[in-house]
């Protein structure tokens, strides 16, 4: 079992920025972000792999979001650094953990999830 936990989120001003942090308990394959805005399907904002070094962004976060990584020899930090913040980014977003690196780019990529962590952008 993996334990994933997030930190960061909060309430800002369009135009700030926010730093998420996830902590994975195991050196998965592959973390991942994702938001679920109210009335909206989840979706996928960033991810990272290690097998290959690859990241993924959702087109409408590109140029303002940035994934970054920290491993240790027992688990994975990401970050999720969030610039130029708009009310459409506003989410309960989500830091996820899997060992299917092919698939980091989507849900199916993950098992593990952490409890969700609210940022509010105001306008």
């Known amino acids: 079992q993996v334990q994933v936990k997030e930190s960061g989120g909060g309430l800002v001003q369009a135009g700030g920025s926010l730093r998420l942090s996830c902590t994975a308990s195991k050196r998965t394959y592959a973390m991942g972000w994702f938001r679920q805005a109210p009335g909206k399907e989840r979706e996928i904002v960033a991810a990272i792999r290690w097998t290959g070094e690859s990241t993924y962004y959702t087109d409408s976060v590109k140029g303002r979001f940035t994934i970054s990584s920290n491993r240790d020899n027992t688990k994975n930090t990401v970050y999720l650094q969030m610039n130029s913040l708009k009310p459409e980014d506003t989410a309960v977003y989500y830091c996820?953990?899997?060992?299917?690196?092919?698939?980091?780019?989507?849900?199916?990529?993950?098992?593990?999830w952490g409890q969700g962590t609210q940022v509010t952008v105001s306008s």
């Open positions: 996820a953990a899997g060992w299917y690196s092919h698939s980091f780019s989507t849900e199916r990529g993950y098992d593990y």
